[in-house]
């Protein structure tokens, strides 16, 4: 197999994760994961959280998630995550489900 054929199927494969884990909700069925004790997680950098974000999330930034990761609690908990355009939330949902997260919704944009 050719290294382009290789490239080629490794993007493919890159862009079918990312879908599967890009799964976006919508803003009823976030507020029903908070209202029930859910966290909601803005992956925004700090500066883009001050400019503006949901009532009630906590910022952590998509690049401080793996080391913050307590502080959303234990993996039994639901978690919602958003950020402006839906990637950096898709990889954050990536991370906590790798990290035992069993309920967690992308909210996205």
């Known amino acids: 197999?050719?290294?382009?054929?290789?490239?080629?199927?490794?993007?493919?494969?890159?862009?079918?994760?990312?879908?599967?884990?890009?799964?976006?909700?919508?803003?009823?069925?976030?507020?029903k994961w908070v209202a029930a004790g859910g966290a909601l997680v803005?992956?925004?950098?700090?500066g883009e959280f001050?400019?503006?974000?949901i009532p009630?999330?906590?910022?952590?930034?998509?690049?401080?998630?793996?080391r913050r990761v307590k502080?959303?609690?234990g993996p039994e908990r639901a978690v919602v995550v958003y950020c402006a355009s839906g990637g950096r939330s898709a990889s954050?949902?990536?991370m906590l489900k790798s990290a035992g997260f069993k309920q967690v919704l992308n909210l996205g944009p």
């Open 1 to 31: 197999m050719s290294t382009d054929t290789m490239m080629l199927l490794g993007m493919v494969g890159g862009v079918v994760a990312f879908m599967l884990y890009k799964r976006l909700v919508t803003a009823k069925e976030a507020k």
């Open 42 to 46: 803005d992956v925004r950098t700090p």
């Open 50 to 53: 001050s400019s503006g974000h």
């Open 56 to 66: 009630g999330a906590i910022n952590i930034p998509l690049s401080d998630l793996a």
């Open 71 to 73: 502080e959303i609690g």
């Open 92 to 94: 954050a949902a990536m």
